[in-house]
């Protein structure tokens, strides 16, 4: 490792600190400040920011989350920024309230508890942290799995509430055939196999201090942090905020935890949920999850919204809500991405 440097990211005036050998996001992660962010990897620009002052040296990444000419003028990845001095930072998207309820990140071991199958390509993956580990999340937010036997990780939304001690994790998870974590589910993830995990991280998490409706869309696994948002509202006995929740599946058979939604619904004053089939003929609504919804929601702009699933679903919802001139500081989005190598 190297030497450490102060960060001071404006304008929220929060300092931490960071060595050479991390990047700043990782530090800031370290030390329980969220920042907004989505892949870690450069391919994206949630973490995008403006560099006020100080010396930065990047690693790659992609010219579609950082163009030459934004990083001539100053503008960082944070995810890929190693401090080499002290640096001021100005954060161009933030959540001060989520900046500062932001949770240390931790690695903790945990061993498989139960694998079931949800659908014909959906498991329920739950794991038990073992030892005296403690897990701490917001619902809402993901972790990094590590891939067995490889240094390899995948990332995987908690559907679960956190729970006293932080025994027990959920995940809802895709099976793709050749995935490097998700072809282990069949046969070779049983109980008592260790799995180690990293985290929390992601701010897709309930915002509070607003009155506004709010509209949930998932589609296939983005079902995960949308179910744990669902029953962190459910365990509040003072809200009163409308919700109404869209999901869309491909066939009627894609269609899973019907039975517990109808039960979180019955606890949520003025919830409705509408399942949405794309390949199928049913008397239920019908089309893609963003179409309906954006047909059946006459004042979107006057909603809070929160989107999760494959990013083509994100990225023709974000179209919608850019259409209807929606707010960007409601609209919350968890875009999963897909992999898939054959092992």
């Not at 998700?182 to 046969?187: F, I, M, V, Y």
């Not at 809200?239 to 869209?246: I, K």
Request: aromatic share 8%.
């Amino acid at each position: 490792m190297g030497d450490a440097h102060r960060i001071r990211f404006e304008p929220v005036d929060i300092e931490i600190e960071a060595d050479e050998g991390e990047t700043v996001l990782d530090a800031a992660f370290r030390q329980g400040v969220m920042l907004m962010h989505g892949c870690k990897e450069g391919q994206c620009s949630a973490c995008k920011s403006f560099l006020l002052d100080g010396d930065v040296q990047m690693g790659r990444y992609s010219t579609f989350a950082l163009a030459d000419y934004e990083s001539d003028e100053g503008y960082v990845l944070l995810c890929r920024s190693h401090a080499y001095s002290d640096l001021d930072v100005e954060l161009l998207n933030y959540d001060e309230d989520m900046i500062r309820a932001g949770l240390p990140v931790v690695t903790v071991d945990t061993e498989v508890a139960a694998v079931e199958e949800l659908t014909h390509d959906i498991s329920l993956l739950r794991l038990a942290v073992t030892g005296d580990d403690e897990f701490k999340f917001h619902p809402g937010q993901y972790v990094d799995v590590t891939v067995p036997g490889s240094e390899e990780h995948r990332s995987f939304s908690m559907a679960n509430l956190p729970r006293v001690g932080g025994s027990e994790l959920e995940f809802i998870i895709k099976r793709y055939p050749g995935g490097r974590f998700s072809g282990l589910l069949e046969d070779e993830l049983r109980p008592g196999v260790p799995l180690s995990i990293t985290g929390p991280y992601g701010t897709f998490t309930l915002r509070v201090s607003t009155d506004r409706r709010i509209v949930l869309l998932a589609g296939g696994a983005g079902m995960a942090p949308i179910l744990s948002l669902l029953r962190q509202i459910a365990a509040k006995d003072d809200f009163d905020r409308e919700v109404v929740f869209y999901y869309g599946a491909r066939t009627e058979r894609d269609l899973f935890l019907l039975d517990e939604i109808a039960e979180l619904g019955g606890r949520i004053p003025g919830f409705s949920f509408v399942p949405v089939l794309s390949d199928a003929e049913w008397s239920g609504a019908r089309g893609m999850v963003t179409a309906v919804a954006a047909e059946r929601e006459a004042s979107l702009a006057d909603c809070d919204i929160y989107l999760c699933g494959p990013p083509p679903m994100i990225d023709a919802g974000l179209a919608v809500l850019e259409e209807r001139s929606v707010p960007q500081e409601q609209i919350f989005y968890d875009k999963f991405t897909v992999s898939a190598e054959a092992g």
